[in-house]
Structures are given as structure tokens and as C-alpha cells.
């Protein structure tokens, strides 16, 4: 396994060279001779040299080597949020320089990286004299790679409980999430891919606020992070964060079980739960919805919220898919509660179903769902389904 340090934090507005001239400046390690950006992308992306360039790329020692490994390779450093970057440090130096730097840099974790062991590490930093930048680098006895990224705009508002947040790809071979969350967060949950939940080990950023940093890296070929949940001191949930949403598709290993040709990520209900009225697979961005004997299998497009999708297998049966960390799923009327049932996990994927049945076309003519956790509520939707409709309700 290989590592360019490809960071991404946002839509890829930025222009590459853009980026890539800041990381050098960021990391000014090693003298580069001038026009140097321009030889290496000639030799680099020659066919010549791309037969001759070792599938085997050790961790960088500068940027500038970043440079020339990430335009071979094909990688892409990505900027802050918006596709900001937080730009060279305003003494010139590097980030993790004493001068610039808010707090001891911190050890976030381990990871063997092509068989070396790597220390991940971070900082706060003032790289541009406009803000705080959270910075991190991995280093082996190879050398080391890294980036900053800004913090968040809203950063201040109470939604926002992640004030950091970038993702590492490594060209293609890793996915690593890299946070500093603000002093309210007790908890960062990690929700894999497969449905595995990580809980992060937060440390503290020694910038006085409180803030505390986070990490989580591992091969690509392993379960990727698909969303991270932030919960405070009495475990309410301060924000949740759809990865895919964030960093865009490709994040995660698309899937598509709407298509017959290929597999599902994961499939619903769980084995020997005795659910006979619905039968669900899902992939990274739908899910085929089945069951029933008058309905056909709908093609449910998977919304990156809380209620991520939903459809009826029976003119009375509803079927809902939601996403972490969602316990229950309540229906209610005008009148009050219809029901509220605890949504069961699913095989593979994070996503969890719950099904409702015996609806009246009173209830659903004017129903709502909510999505709750610990009797917060997380997401609402109106259902709005007439009550002469004969066919699945449209997805959202």
C-alpha cells in the first residue's frame, strides 16, 4: 500500500497546480529547482516514463516529491470545504514550526502503510493568518506527506459540532477521515461501509479551547467510512455527516443492486428475524425494495439524511431504510402517534429497515415519519399519500 497524500475536503474546484504549489510551499523540506512543477509533469505523464515508474511509492519527504509522485499517480490534493485551501503558513515555515503552531502536535494513530509502520499526526496551526488550520502528516522512517485544511465557515453555529473535517485517499489505495471537534463532543461514532461502528479515540488539541482531534486510516480494499456521528455529554446527537455527501462519489465502492447484473452491499431484513413482507438490497447510493404479491421491486434512491429512503410493498405496508444512528421510526396522523417501531439492522451496510403495517388510507393520507434517536428527532418527512393511490409511493 502506497500513500500520495490525497486530501479531500469538497467539490475539486480548485486547479490542481493551485493546490499543489501551497502543499510545497507548506512543506519546504527539500529545495526544488525552479520550473520544477513543469519538468515533472512532462516526464511524468510521458509514456515512456509511466512505464518505467515503480508501483511502489515509499511516504514523501517534501511536497515537492508529493508533486511529483501525485501527477504520476494520478492523485489529487483538494482543498477545504468549497474547495478552500488554507494556503502556505504565514512565516514560510512549516506548519508544525513552533512559531505558527496552536498546541503540541498529536498523535493520532499507527497504521502500517506498504509494510512501515506510520505515525499520524496533527496540529493546529496558523497557516495563513486568517484562521486556524488543522494540519496532519504521515511519517515512516520513508519520510512524510501531509496537508491542512481550513475550518469550517459555520463552524460557530450549534449544527455544526465537526469544525474539521478532510478525507485521505491515498491514490485510491487508502480511506482515512481526519476531525477536530469543538468541547461539546463526548463521542465520535465512525459507521463503516459494512455496518461496522468504530468509536474514534478523541485527543486532546492543546489549543486551550477544548477542541479535540481524531482519525481513523486504513486500506481501501477494507471497509470505508461511510458517515460519522458526534453526540454530546447526555448522548444527544450534535451533528451527523454522510462521507459519500461530503467528499464526493467515489468515496465509497459504488454498488447498485437496482441493476440485476451486480451485487448488493447489503441485504435486509437480518436472517431469521421472520419478515416475510419485505425483502431489501442495498448498495452505496440505492437500495431494490421487494415483497408482497401485487407489488413489483422499487428502485429506492438513498438520501443522505436520516430517512434515506422508503416505498410500500402492499397498499398498507411501508417500508423504511434509515440511517445512523436512528433507533426508531415513528408514524404519526394529525391525531397523534400511529406507531413507533425499532428499526432492526441490516447485513453488510449500515442502513437499517423497519416496516409498518395495516395502514389505513386515513392514517397515510396525512402521515408523517420521523426518524428519532433517544427521543431526539433527527429527520421528518411528509408522506402526503392519497388515499386512492394504488401504486408504491414515490421515493423522495
Not at 4 to 10: K, S
Not at 159 to 188: E, I, Q, Y
Not at 296 to 310: I, K, N, Y
Request: hydrophobic share 40%; with cysteine; aromatic share 4%.
Amino acid at each position: 500500500m502506497s500513500i500520495d497524500a490525497e486530501r479531500r475536503e469538497g467539490p475539486a474546484e480548485n486547479k490542481l497546480e493551485i493546490r499543489l504549489r501551497a502543499a510545497s510551499v507548506a512543506y519546504p523540506q527539500r529545495g526544488v529547482p525552479e520550473g520544477a512543477w513543469q519538468d515533472n509533469q512532462q516526464r511524468l505523464l510521458s509514456p515512456a516514463a509511466a512505464s518505467r515508474r515503480s508501483t511502489r511509492r515509499l511516504l514523501l519527504v517534501a511536497a515537492a516529491v508529493v508533486v511529483t509522485l501525485v501527477i504520476g499517480g494520478g492523485a489529487v490534493l483538494l482543498g477545504g470545504p468549497g474547495g478552500r485551501l488554507a494556503g502556505p503558513p504565514a512565516s514560510g515555515s512549516d506548519p508544525f514550526a513552533v512559531a505558527i503552531r496552536d498546541g503540541k502536535p498529536v498523535l493520532l494513530e499507527k497504521v502500517a502503510i506498504g509494510g512501515t509502520i506510520t505515525r499520524h499526526e496533527a496540529v493546529l496551526s496558523s497557516m495563513d493568518g486568517k484562521g486556524v488550520s488543522l494540519c496532519d502528516r504521515y511519517v515512516s522512517s520513508g519520510g512524510s506527506a501531509g496537508g491542512c485544511t481550513s475550518r469550517e465557515e459555520n463552524a460557530d453555529q450549534p449544527s455544526v459540532a465537526f469544525d474539521w473535517l478532510s478525507g485521505t485517499m491515498g491514490s485510491g489505495s487508502l480511506r482515512g477521515v481526519l476531525g477536530g471537534v469543538d468541547k461539546r463532543v463526548a463521542r465520535v461514532d465512525i459507521w463503516m461501509a459494512n455496518g461496522d461502528r468504530v468509536v474514534a479515540t478523541l485527543k486532546p488539541a492543546g489549543d486551550g479551547a477544548g477542541d479535540r482531534l481524531f482519525a481513523h486510516t486504513a486500506s481501501a480494499s477494507s471497509p470505508r467510512p461511510h458517515s460519522l456521528v458526534a453526540y454530546g455529554p447526555d448522548d444527544e446527537v450534535l451533528q451527523t455527516v454522510d462521507l459519500e455527501s461530503r467528499f464526493g462519489l467515489g468515496w465509497l465502492t459504488p454498488v447498485s443492486p437496482c441493476t440485476a447484473a451486480d451485487p448488493a452491499a447489503g441485504t435486509w431484513p437480518p436472517p431469521g428475524s421472520g419478515t416475510a413482507d419485505a425483502s431489501i438490497r442495498i448498495g452505496s447510493s440505492t437500495a431494490s425494495v421487494g415483497g408482497g404479491s401485487s407489488y413489483d421491486p422499487t428502485c429506492v434512491t438513498l438520501h443522505r439524511s436520516a430517512l434515506a429512503g422508503w416505498t410500500f410493498t402492499s397498499a398498507d405496508t411501508l417500508v423504511v431504510l434509515v440511517a445512523p444512528p436512528t433507533v426508531t421510526v415513528r408514524l404519526t396522523d394529525p391525531s397523534g402517534t400511529v406507531s413507533e417501531l425499532k428499526v432492526a439492522p441490516s447485513t453488510g451496510s449500515p442502513f437499517r429497515g423497519v416496516v409498518f403495517r395495516g395502514l389505513s388510507p386515513a392514517v397515510l393520507k396525512h402521515a408523517q415519519l420521523q426518524a428519532r434517536y433517544a427521543g431526539q428527532v433527527l429527520d421528518t418527512v411528509d408522506l402526503g399519500v392519497s388515499s386512492s393511490s394504488s401504486s408504491p409511493a414515490a421515493t423522495p
